[in-house]
């Protein structure tokens, strides 16, 4: 079978003893850099050298088949460097691979960085969304806020220190300044972090510079939000399908109750974003 394994996210002491149990008795391991395995190996004390193979983003479909007929004869244990394969990690084509070939997959629960992040945030986890990392290009990153921005549900997404000021600047742009978020930093490491306020005081906060690996776990919408995004979503879909945007606004505004200049100019400026699709 395929065993797909979560690793500390930060904290060796984190490792399960499942996790433990596995590497210890694992003959194949497929992980995402060789060398972090090596020094997880040597961190937890772990005597057993099993062969390694690298899974990475760059490979991980060419190398699919291959190791699903691998795991066919034998376990094949799967890490990443952190957290648990597939969510925002390789393994995924692995694991569709051998779904559709037959093989079985199970895991090894244990640390994710994700499901952390949004515990320590403060902010309500009954109904929560992953978006892992934003676009890197501003239009490409502003459209799927657009998207995003009458979601309901707390959003959790990845960042990179060197790009966290620009997101939550667009984020504070697309969702509101006052919308409360977290900045969640080295979870389970010794310089934890996490920082606390509306988005747009968060963004002011990372211009000075932020280091480490980072969650950002922003609230939902409120209804009224909701509605607003929901309906300029609806001009913009009448817009392409060929009416006049002013009209779709007024067709909107007529529908919702909400105010026809309000709706044509978010439309317009949705449509004229930077890198906006023509």
């Not at 694991?95 to 895991?107: D, I, L, P």
């Not at 747009?200 to 922003?218: F, T």
């Not at 209804?223 to 779709?248: C, F, H, M, P, W």
Request: charged share 25%; proline share 5%.
């Amino acid at each position: 079978m395929i065993i797909l394994a979560a690793t500390p996210i930060g904290n060796l002491g984190d490792a399960s003893a499942r996790l433990r149990e596995a590497l210890e008795g694992a003959a194949v391991v497929a992980s995402e850099d060789t060398r972090v395995t090596q020094r997880l190996l040597a961190g937890l004390g772990i005597a057993n050298r099993p062969r390694l193979i690298a899974l990475h983003e760059h490979n991980e479909r060419q190398k699919a088949h291959e190791l699903v007929e691998l795991a066919r004869g034998a376990d094949l244990l799967v890490l990443s460097d952190a957290g648990m394969p597939t969510v925002s990690d390789p393994g995924f084509p692995l694991v569709q691979a051998a779904v559709a070939g037959g093989v079985e997959v199970t895991a090894i629960p244990g640390p994710s960085a994700v499901i952390t992040a949004l515990a320590v945030s403060g902010l309500p986890t009954d109904r929560f969304g992953f978006e892992g990392f934003l676009p890197r290009k501003a239009g490409e990153r502003a459209r799927r806020l657009a998207e995003l921005a009458g979601d309901r549900r707390t959003l959790v997404f990845f960042e990179a220190p060197s790009r966290l000021a620009a997101s939550l600047g667009a984020l504070a742009d697309a969702f509101g300044p006052e919308r409360p978020a977290a900045v969640c930093r080295e979870l389970t490491k010794l310089h934890e972090e996490v920082r606390r306020g509306g988005l747009a005081e968060l963004a002011s906060w990372a211009e000075a510079g932020v280091r480490g690996e980072i969650c950002i776990v922003v609230g939902g919408a409120a209804a009224e939000q909701a509605d607003a995004a929901g309906a300029l979503d609806r001009v913009l879909a009448l817009a392409a399908s060929g009416t006049r945007l002013k009209d779709a606004a007024a067709l909107v505004a007529a529908e919702s109750g909400l105010g026809k200049r309000d709706l044509y100019q978010a439309a317009l400026g949705a449509r004229t974003a930077p890198d906006a699709a023509p």
